[in-house]
């Protein structure tokens, strides 16, 4: 492993990061902030972590200012799961500092902490979990922290390599990094360029994110507001400025047009891309596209008919505005919530567990297992029924209307992922059902199996981005309840989750930093 390159390269990448909290200061303004006072306690917070961060990029960049040669795979990936636990780590400070008083005992420092630490996880990976119970209230959380807060939804979104390439191309080096970035199968570019490849990216993600934040504006919300939801929205991050979510606004509009915004921005960016050059076309074959859509309306229009039949909704239009944003919401791993859906009847509650787990296209800001991994699974089982009765018989995987090649390779991969998956979501329910005691679920009259439930919709909700689980999890409730080391394994799954567990797991596996693999 090349030390010095990878100290340049996380070098750069942590002073990026430092420029992007200072974007948070003028919230600090009493006009801008809409506050009374100006936010002392939050303007030094954010200016005293961008300096700690400014200087700690700028040491890792000094001692790998001579590094030369090649970027090989596993550097790239290094770089990757190094940069999101940089992120992490970092990103907390603003909280940290916000929060953390001289009077505090070492046992509360800890708990802090910690709670941060999940705090920034949350927002960079786009998860959209908290633990915090009154974001409204500015003594606990100033205006300037909260919008660092949806803050850390763009700068995530936007994808910390992504960015990195796009601002400083880096040639073979940069392709690495953004095939790294770029999670999922079939994870597109528009072009074989790299650093093009990465302003397009970034030009369609800041493009969306400007166009939702004035019709935000124009339907009702001010500035902050807007730039904090269209932050959550089209990263698929869900914190909001309000304890209700979008729920607070009770506007039709908002809701609508948040709702659409979300769904668009779990498509490849790439076919985002198409449509602008007016290549229509490579919408209408495109496999994942009509899969994602027809798995999203699907699923609307059966817990439209469970609600109305169970009395969840009073008529078709309140069903409809409801599980519309809702499922939208719960499939692109947003968050957001317009609606109380762990009162809901149990065959949709069902059904939101269920598309927990599909996620938005490969190639767009969403987490989860994405669509186009579903799709693959799925034709590999009807090839291996066919050939089960018929041996003899010679067919090829398609997608996108083209014959896949190496395909027995892509299912091995889809194959390995789910396991993967499958695997950390066990062993994280397990060890969340060993670190948390029966009493809290008992004294809120619950029993014992409700504890499995809550538990499992935690994990799945963490690992794919979601936020809000179900039960003790749900849209109306948080995380704060649960232990130091129940959250620290939560702030694990986001950060796996985010980045598909491989870039991460592969910075504690000794053996490829030792290994000169191509």
Known sequence: MNLPLLSKYLGVVTLLLAAAMLFALPWAIPWLGHGAHFDTRGFFAILSSAAIAATLGGGMLLAGRNAHGPLYRREAIAIVGISWLIFTFVGALPFILGHVKGSESRERIVRLVV??????????????????????????????????????????????MVLFVALLGQGSAGKALLMTESVGPQGEVGTTRSQHSAWIFAGIYVGLNIILTLLLMIEGMNLFDALCHSFGTIATGGLSTYNASV??????????????FMMIACVNFSLLYAVLLGQWTRLWINTELWAYLAILFGVIGAVMIA??????????????????????????NTGFGTNDFDHWNEFSRGMLFVIMFVGGCAGSTSCSLKVIRHVVLWKSLYIYILKTFRPRLITTMRLNGKAVEDSDELTNEVFIYFGMIGFVFITAWLMLLFLEPDQAWLEAGHSPPVKMLDCATGVAACINGVGPGLGALGPSKNFSGFSIGSKLVFTALMLLGRIEIFPLLVIFTPGLWRRPTT
């Open 307 to 332: 609600g109305l039949w169970h009395h969840d909704f009073p008529n078709v239009g309140t069903a409809f505005r409801y599980s519309y944003f809702n499922v939208i919401s719960v499939q692109t």
């Open 247 to 260: 729920a607070h606004f009770e506007n039709i509009a908002i809701e609508m047009t948040i709702g659409t």
């Open 115 to 160: 709670d941060d630490l999940f705090e920034s996880a949350s927002g960079f990976t786009g998860a959209g979990a908290t633990i915090m119970n009154d974001i409204e209230d500015e003594s606990m959380l100033p205006k300037c922290l909260l919008f660092w807060r949806s803050e850390t939804h763009f700068v995530g979104g936007l994808g910390i």
